[in-house]
């Protein structure tokens, strides 16, 4: 079989080879022969998306007819009506599996969301007060069998989302209890799902919302919040595991940045430290996480070099007391004149960088 | 199990949880006691759901009097409004922590509420009661009668549990 690489991938290869051939480092058949080990994967095929729209406006259209809330038939009848339409488009798409494969996974689609829109009919039909987060943990929960009958990773995805819209959805209506299985299902079915980078992205941001809503729960101080996504965010980044670790070092980079900025606010630390002493702290914070960003900077990582002039920029827009600012600017440009030498110098030793 | 039978099965159970979040509200309807609340409404809308009449019912404040809890049990905390009918309304009769044995009552979650020296006086009471959705475009008519004077709620209640069956002016 041969080894299947996206087409950017192919166009970079057969780019090289073709650089190599010219410089008669191999021969034209050689370049040919490697060349004839590839093949461009799938990528999008217009059919299907063609018909997914297609399916996804449908959906969307049903969706905003029960918010019209029409009452030229009742409330009855549209939910019989839902029942009838979510039946029939997964026959539908069920039958046509076999002969139109594109067309038929469309249907189940416009299932998924047929069936949403019954959740909010029957919202509608008992006036259910609140902010309603319960719909979109229903809604996760319904879609879910499919995804995992037909290995379905967007259903999968899509799922995964309306969960994360629920934990984030719950916080004055109690604790999004169902975090505490919904969390694991999203890894353990990982591989289920062959692996799938985008749906791993979607269980991470899950996991960190719901961390985030367990520390809501608990009331603990913006600190420790911080202080605990800025520790989750550096171990993303560092441990080695072999579950899509480019992945967790992206999200991991990112965290840990982001947080390391809000940290650098000094009015945070006045939980831990007096009043007098919340900048020095912060400022010494802010000090160590350059260093820290350099240090990862030194080792290629691109996402640190943005939080390096994020920090900086925070802190020119920090102040109207212009020679301190000064100061600021002046050092900052030095950092990056620094850094710039650094690359250069990377460059010269050919230790090529990566994106994080 | 088959393909064609695990398949099923995912259509089924959509249709299965549907079902099931109609069992609860359903029997309110069918089988719980009709009581009257006095009510101000405003007219919102819903991405999902559409335009509904926001309502705030005069049970939803209860002064701190009322309650014979101490405060920490309060704030935060699902609590059971035992209400008595007082004219053509139900207005509140009592709170407690357990399930009353009998009479009306309405399971609603409490939250402090400060007056403007700051102090704790009132509680505003949650009974998820708070929106009575219509067809697009209707919300406007009950605003206004609502902004001239009461309304009036009917709820259906079965065991803590209400279902807002209908707003009309008085």
Redesign the interface.
């Known amino acids: 079989m041969k080894r299947q690489i996206s087409k950017a991938n192919f166009s970079f290869v057969s780019s090289e080879l073709e650089h190599y051939n010219s410089n008669g480092l191999i021969t034209e058949e050689q370049k040919n022969g490697i060349l004839e080990i590839y093949e461009i994967k799938g990528g999008l095929n217009f059919i299907r998306v063609v018909v997914t729209i297609g399916a996804l406006l449908v959906g969307l259209g049903i969706?905003s007819f029960?918010?019209?809330?029409?009452?030229g038939i009742s409330h009855l009848v549209k939910?019989l009506i839902?029942?009838g339409v979510?039946?029939g488009v997964?026959?539908a798409g069920?039958m046509l599996s076999e002969n139109y494969p594109k067309t038929g996974r469309s249907l189940v689609y416009m299932?998924a969301l047929v069936?949403?829109a019954?959740?909010?009919l029957?919202?509608?039909?008992?006036?259910?007060?609140?902010d309603?987060p319960t719909?979109f943990l229903?809604w996760s929960?319904?879609?879910m069998?499919?995804a995992?009958?037909?290995k379905d990773k967007y259903l999968m995805l899509f799922a995964n989302i309306l969960f994360g819209v629920y934990l984030n959805g719950s916080y004055n209506l109690g604790f999004p209890y169902a975090g505490w299985a919904g969390v694991p299902i999203v890894y353990l079915t990982f591989s289920y799902f062959e692996k799938s980078k985008l749906l791993l992205f979607f269980a991470n941001l899950t996991t960190l919302s719901f961390i985030l809503q367990i520390t809501l729960r608990y009331e603990v101080k913006g600190l420790y919040v911080a202080v605990i996504f800025f520790l989750i965010g550096l171990l993303m980044y560092g441990i080695k595991h072999n579950l899509g670790p480019d992945i967790f070092r992206v999200q991991g980079n990112i965290l840990f940045g982001v947080t390391g900025i809000i940290l650098t606010i000094p009015e945070i630390w006045d939980v831990l430290v007096s009043a007098q002493t919340t900048r020095l702290v912060s400022v010494v914070f802010a000090f160590a996480l350059i260093a820290l960003l350099f240090a990862l900077i030194r080792k290629g990582s691109l996402i640190s070099l943005i939080f390096v002039c994020i920090t900086i920029f925070r802190y020119y827009t920090d102040t109207f007391a212009f020679l301190p600012k000064s100061l600021f600017f002046i050092v900052g440009g030095l950092l990056l004149l620094g850094f710039g030498y650094y690359f250069e110098r990377m460059m010269k030793t050919s230790k090529g960088g990566t994106l994080a | 199990m088959t393909k064609k039978k695990t398949f099923l099965l995912a259509v089924l159970i959509p249709l299965l949880i549907l079902s099931m979040m109609t069992i609860k509200p359903q029997a309110t309807l069918l089988f719980g006691q009709q009581i009257a609340l006095e009510t101000k409404a405003f007219d919102p809308t819903d991405l999902f759901r559409g335009d509904y009449v926001a309502i705030s019912f005069a049970i939803s404040d209860i002064p701190k009097s009322k309650v014979t809890l101490p405060s920490d049990k309060v704030n935060n905390k699902t609590l059971y409004v035992s209400l008595k009918q007082e004219g053509i309304y139900y207005v509140i009769d009592q709170v407690s922590e357990n399930k009353p044995k009998q009479g009306v009552y309405l399971r609603g979650k409490f939250q402090d509420r400060y007056n403007p020296n700051g102090v704790v006086d009132q509680y505003s009471v949650d009974y998820s009661l708070d929106k009575y959705f219509l067809e697009q475009g209707s919300g406007q008519d009950l605003q206004q009668e609502s902004s001239t004077g009461g309304l009036v709620a009917t709820v259906k209640v079965l065991g803590g549990y209400g279902v807002l069956t209908g707003i009309s002016n008085r």
């Open positions: 969706l029960i918010a019209s809330n029409w009452d939910l839902i029942f979510f039946g997964n026959m069920f299932g069936y949403g019954g959740i909010f029957i919202g509608q039909m008992y006036n259910f007060g609140g309603f719909a229903l929960l319904g879609i069998p499919m995992f009958q037909l």
